[in-house]
Structures are given as C-alpha cells and as structure tokens.
C-alpha cells in the first residue's frame, strides 16, 4: 500500500428536523429525505461513520434531533458524531445516550474556549470534535464562522485549532465554507495548512465533486478522514466506488 | 452452553455506552438486560462488561458497586463473560494509568500506555478502523478464525501486556506494534475493539457470543 495510514469515510447528514438537507456555502437549503433511510443506506453501503449536523441548532428543536439520533442507533453500528447548537455537558450527555459517540461543537466553543476543555474533561477527548467553518480571508488565511456559518468571529482558523487541542478537542472536523455544496473540489491549502499545525486527525468536509478530489485531501492534503453529503445524496458518487478506488490508488479504507 | 435463550446481561456500572451495547444486542437477535443487580448479575446466562474513558475510574466504580467479587463469582460458574475496550482491560490484574488500580485479576497481564512501547509517531488515542490478525493461540469459546483480517473499530490510549502468549487470540498492527485486539482465558473473553461500533462485522460477533 502506498499510504499507509487508515482513512476513514464518513457520510455527512445535515438535518433540519425532521428532514435532511443540502445546502450550497451552508446557507439556500433544499430538502432531500428521511435521514434515518439515508443513514442506514449509508451504513449498509459501508461508511466508517456517520456525521449529523444540526443546521437549524436551536433550543427548542433539540428533541427532534435526539429522536433521529435514538431511531438511526439502533439500525446503524457504526461511530456517530452529532453536531449543532451543542452548549454545555447537559446536551452532550443526551446525545450519548441517544446514541452518539462523539459530538461536534463550533458555536460554543468559540464563545467559550473553556467548554472544550470541561468537555473534554467529563467524556473524553476521543469525544470531543472541534467543528470549524472556515472562510478564505487572504491567501494564505482563513476565518472561522459561527451560527451555521452566518456570523464572522474574527478569529484565525489555524490559531483557533492549535488552541483547542491545547484544550482538549480529539478531533477537528474542518468545512470550507467556500467548497461546501459546490463540488469544485476541498480546499487543499486549508487542509494542509491544519493537518501542518496540529497532531489531532483532521476531517476534511466540503467540496467532494470527483473521486480524484478524494485523492488530492488525503494524499496532498494529509486528512485523517473525509466526510461527504451532495454527492452521496444525489447519487453521483457511491460508497462503494470510493472505496474501490481508494484500493486502486493504494489509500487504506475499510474494505466493506 | 446456555441453551436456546438469546439473553445476554449487560452490567451497568455508570460507565460505557450500555445503550449502544444493548443496541448492538438486540440488532443480533439478542435479548439484552441491563443491571447493576449482583443477584441479576449471578444468574445471567451470559454476561458483558462494558467500559469506556479512564481504568482507574471504571475499577473504581465497580468497586463503588460492590461487583468485583461477584464477577469472580460469575466467572467460576464457567458461564461466558466478554469484556469490551475498558472492560476487556480489566479482566487483567491491574493498569498503570494514572498510578497503579487493580483490575479483576482474571488473566495476567497489564495494562499500560500505548506509547510505552517504540511506537513514536503513533497519534494518541490510536482511534479508526484496524484489522485483526487471528492467532492460532489458546482454545476460545467462540471460532474467531472468520474473523482474521476483518475491520474492527478501536478507541484507546491504553493497551494489554499479556504475561501469556496463549492468552492472546487477536492482534491489531498499528505503530510497528502488534497490540492485542483479542484476549482470553477459558470462558472469560474480551476484545479492546468495540463490537457494537464495528458495522456489520461486530454484529455477527456479538451474534456468535449470544450461541454460546
């Protein structure tokens, strides 16, 4: 094998409860399914983990999420991240319960670094992902957007994921606000820009259009793991596909 | 063997994704309860420990719980017991995490950091898929030979030092390090991967423990 390490594919599900979603830049949403069939089609075509992002995120809408989580647990067997409006160790508890493994937090981390650390704490860095929507700023920056991607912070992205590792995140699952939806391809400089700074695995999300883009972010790009929606979604790629190709180009994945 | 019931015990100690495990059960055919009860616990057809963070805190609690002895007890009933991740880690005498804590004592061995060995550029925790490479070692209460080369999913930072060979019956290749993936000791079994969280594979697994 010419890359040795373990890549894992990951089906990414963005829900506006009860439905699941696409959307292009992470705003114009269009209603594509039943996320519980998606997931467990997903799932049985052999993704390494599945990702569930919130996109609507708010209070009052948080038990929908729980119940896709709870009803997808018990069809599905493979790790599940939730993110998306998570604020404190209360909601993390609920959606272990429900099923989860790991969560994914932006918003509130960003408002508060110190919750990455508490966290991390109480169920494990191993739990923890740091979710990051990264927007081109110059050439060689980016910022990172909160809120689904709506409001700036003013923060740098790369000084953002070298301080949450400090603090505890396991894992950065980073989306180019830019890519996602567009199938142009990930943003290859912002993945190794990340991949350089930090040691935890980088997933990279956003922009898969070809089975060669999947090449470029693990190869060039040094990403741990790839999460995909529009193209599972709308059938251009398969599962299976990428898996075979990932063989033909010699890139470690789960075989099944 | 335990008959035609598919009944499998889960014990609950406030730690471990029991749901998932209880899930993962039900998923293959099982029949899963979950309960902290020593009596329950006794008279369980087949029993799981699950465990998932840090050794010391899982022993602790077991410990809280008053259920050390009482797994001693269930284990010399010759009824099976299958400890996963945390769980598999104590079935060995004890862990170094964090100072030393006692573990169940039920096969020899340690458990110590990953990094304890050379494996340098090995990220911590070692998390993601991995295939099992099946040893010839040891007779199990379950075939594990369809197994050799399958993909399991692995979380952990800390890993089992088997005294014996014979008590190894799978290893995982991961940072120039064949660590065990699959350990055991007559009817006592335990794997660090987590079936519950290993797709369909994991599912057979349990699957084949509730024939048992």
């Not at chain 1, 979710?131 to 909160?146: C, F, H, L, N, P």
């Amino acid at each position: 094998m010419l890359y040795s390490k373990n890549i894992r594919i990951i089906a990414r599900l963005d829900i506006k409860a009860p439905n699941l979603i696409k959307g292009i830049h992470l705003e114009g949403v269009r209603v594509v399914g039943d996320p519980q069939a998606y997931a467990e089609q997903y799932y049985l075509e052999g993704a390494d983990e599945l990702l569930y992002i919130d996109a609507v995120a708010s209070l009052y809408e948080r038990n929908s999420l729980v119940e896709i989580v709870k009803k997808t647990a018990s069809k599905v067997f493979v790790p599940m991240t939730v993110g998306g409006g998570i604020r404190s160790s209360h909601d993390v508890q609920r959606l272990l319960d429900a099923g989860a493994d790991k969560i994914a937090i932006n918003t509130a981390a960003v408002k508060n670094p110190q919750l990455i650390k508490e966290l991390s704490r109480t169920f494990g860095a191993q739990c923890i992902v740091l979710s990051v929507d990264a927007k081109q700023t110059s050439e060689k920056t980016w910022e990172a957007y909160i809120d689904g991607g709506r409001e700036k912070t003013g923060v740098d992205v790369i000084e953002w994921v070298k301080m949450a590792q400090e603090l505890g995140a396991g894992e950065v699952l980073l989306t180019s606000v830019d890519r996602e939806g567009t199938r142009k391809g990930f943003d290859l400089d912002l993945i190794k820009q990340t991949t350089a700074a930090v040691d935890i695995p980088i997933i990279a999300s956003g922009g898969m259009g070809s089975l060669s883009d999947f090449d470029s972010i693990v190869v060039d790009g040094g990403a741990d793991a790839v999460a995909m929606a529009h193209v599972l979604h709308y059938n251009q790629i398969s599962l299976p596909q990428i898996k075979e190709h990932a063989k033909e180009k010699g890139i470690n994945v789960r075989p099944e | 063997m335990s008959g035609l019931n598919k009944k499998v015990t889960i014990v609950n100690y406030n730690t471990g994704n029991i749901y998932n495990v209880a899930r993962a059960i039900v998923c293959a055919g099982g029949d899963p309860i979950i309960t902290a009860d020593p009596a329950e616990i006794l008279k369980a057809d087949r029993l799981i420990l699950p465990g998932v963070g840090a050794f010391k805190y899982c022993a602790d609690q077991l410990g809280a719980k008053d259920l050390i002895s009482i797994l001693k007890k269930f284990v010399g009933t010759e009824r099976p017991l299958l400890g996963i991740c945390v769980g598999m880690q104590m079935l060995l005498e004890g862990s170094t995490e964090f100072s030393y804590t006692k573990g169940l004592n039920l096969i020899p061995g340690t458990v110590d950091n990953i990094k304890a060995t050379e494996c340098a550029y090995l990220k911590i925790p070692v998390f993601g898929w991995y295939k099992i490479q099946v040893q010839k070692s040891g007779d199990t209460f379950m075939n594990l030979e369809k197994y050799n080369e399958k993909y399991f999913y692995f979380v952990h930072s800390y890993r089992a030092f088997l005294k014996n060979k014979t008590n190894v019956f799978a290893t995982y290749h991961a940072g120039g390090e064949d660590i065990p993936a699959i350990i055991g000791q007559e009817n006592v079994m335990g794997c660090q991967f987590h079936p519950e969280k290993s797709g369909k594979v994991g599912i057979e697994m349990i699957a084949d423990f509730l024939n048992i």
